[in-house]
T-cell receptor, first 111, second 115 residues
Framework: EDQVTQSPEALRLQEGESSSLNCSYT??????LFWYRQDPGKGPEFLFT???AGEEKEKERLKATLTKKESFLHITAPKPEDSATYLC????????????FGTGTRLQVTL | SAVISQKPSRDICQRGTSLTIQCQVD?????MFWYRQQPGQSLTLIAT?????????ESGFVIDKFPISRPNLTFSTLTVSNMSPEDSSIYLC????????????FGPGTRLTVT
């Protein structure tokens, strides 16, 4: 059974204080690993897809990396508007696009 | 990326009643999905809505409790039947392209409270 574990559960940063979120996964083959951002009361917003170990993707202050067992979401010099829950999900081949999600990391960035 | 809307955005329902949630996508998509997100928990896939055929349900979810329709490539409904307080949750619709890229785009969700 596919499993996704995210850590930490919650993270509080000061503005400008860089950090990383972790997503560890167990899957029978990996078609893709996905990062989403979810604001309170809203649906998840797609951020990145990573397909193979060694791949990296960047968007503004966010950078996602992938190894064979885990993914990291690096946040550089965060701002208060980066406060949200960040979700990681994996997709295995032959599962008709089914996503298995972790429970997320709640990030709060303060001034 | 697809833009997805859901109706209603929230509802409060009585035990034993049913609620139908609508999901509309702004473009034709090959795949649509329904998820449940309970407070403080992860998203759990309920079923894949298949156009022109019966939905494919995940373990622990059954058609009698969560009937799903998908009459065309842009629209789907999820009904939560014979509701109990345990059904209180956020229900999310998503869409993806079967042939890639495989990321799913989500609607804003429907917050359901059962009293």
């Amino acid at each position: 059974e596919d499993q996704v574990t995210q850590s930490p559960e919650a993270l509080r940063l000061q503005e400008g204080e860089s950090s990383s979120l972790n997503c560890s996964y167990t899957v029978s083959g990996l078609r893709g690993l996905f990062w989403y951002r979810q604001d309170p009361g809203k649906g998840p917003e797609f951020l990145f897809t990573l397909y193979s170990a060694g791949e990296e993707k960047e968007k503004e202050r966010l950078k996602a990396t992938l190894t064979k067992k885990e993914s990291f979401l690096h946040i550089t010099a965060p701002k208060p508007e980066d406060s949200a829950t960040y979700l990681c999900a994996v997709q295995a081949p032959g599962t008709a696009s089914k996503l298995t999600f972790g429970t997320g990391t709640r990030l709060q960035v303060t001034l | 990326s697809a833009v997805i809307s859901q109706k209603p955005s929230r509802d409060i329902c009585q035990r034993g009643t049913s609620l139908t949630i609508q999901c509309q996508v702004d473009s034709q998509v090959t795949m649509m999905f329904w998820y449940r997100q309970q407070p403080g928990q992860s998203l759990t896939l309920i079923a894949t809505a298949n156009q022109g055929s019966e939905a494919t349900y995940e373990s622990g979810f059954v058609i009698d409790k969560f009937p799903i329709s998908r009459p065309n490539l842009t629209f789907s409904t999820l009904t939560v039947s014979n509701m109990s307080p345990e059904d209180s949750s956020i229900y999310l619709c998503s869409a993806a392209d079967r042939y890639g890229p495989y990321e799913q785009y989500f609607g804003p969700g429907t917050r359901l409270t059962v009293t």
